[in-house]
T-cell receptor, first 115, second 111 residues
């Protein structure tokens, strides 16, 4: 099946710094990618929709200035957590769909720990 | 508001003991219903997409079915390696790839 890759898989950063997470579609092009956040023992919560060549669409309650999303090409979207705080520690997952909505594939996820 | 409810929250089975997981949904319209498997610390792994009531799909020991109000994931003769959290998600028309997830069923299969 289609492959979506995330990097890094784990990252630890200090409070106040910024960290970038990459999401790549390895064998297909994706005009739209999605970023989710998952807390322990909870389901996936959509944070934002990343659109290639245009601004991301954020879900209600998600701070645009804190979670910067850039979708610079048809195979790459990045999520930058700015001025990170310990409460930003979470599992971040991206997804993309090569078929226009029929099969949505997820990346392996990225564990962010802010100390 | 679109809602997806999965039950049970957790299920413990003996190896070989077949059972079903439920996903009930309330949506304005259904474009597709997805089932995923998620292992601890990993991203969801795609299993099935169902589109219309009456549709069924199978993969190894798993079989997914769909009605107008719910979907079932049947697990036949499960093995310990089937232990995982199973997530259900729905996509509505106009949402363009945006899906709403249920909270999942954590399955444990005991040897």
């Amino acid at each position: 099946g289609a492959v979506v890759s995330q990097h890094p898989s784990r990252v630890i950063c200090k409070s106040g710094t910024s960290v970038k997470i990459e999401c790549r579609s390895l064998d297909f092009q994706a005009t739209t990618m999605f970023w989710y956040r998952q807390f322990p023992k909870q389901s996936l919560m959509l944070m934002a929709t990343s659109n290639e060549g245009s601004k991301a669409t954020y879900e209600q309650g998600v701070e645009k200035d804190k979670f910067l999303i850039n979708h610079a090409s048809l195979t790459l979207s990045t999520l930058t957590v700015t001025s990170a705080h310990p409460e930003d520690s979470s599992f971040y997952i991206c997804s993309a769909d090569p078929t226009g909505g029929n099969t949505i594939y997820f990346g392996e996820g990225s564990w962010l720990t802010v100390v | 508001e679109d809602q997806v409810t999965q039950s049970p929250e957790a299920l413990r089975l003996q190896e070989g003991e077949s059972s079903s997981l439920n996903c009930s949904y309330t949506v304005s319209g259904l474009r597709g219903l997805f089932w995923y498997r998620q292992d601890p610390g990993k991203g969801p792994e795609f299993l099935f997409t169902l589109y219309s009531a009456g549709e069924e799909k199978e993969k190894e020991r798993l079989k997914a079915t769909l009605t107008k109000k719910e979907s079932f994931l049947h697990i036949t003769a499960p093995k310990p390696e089937d232990s995982a959290t199973y997530l259900c998600a729905v996509q509505v028309p106009g949402g363009y790839q945006k899906v709403t997830f249920g909270t999942g069923t954590k399955l444990q299969v005991i040897p």
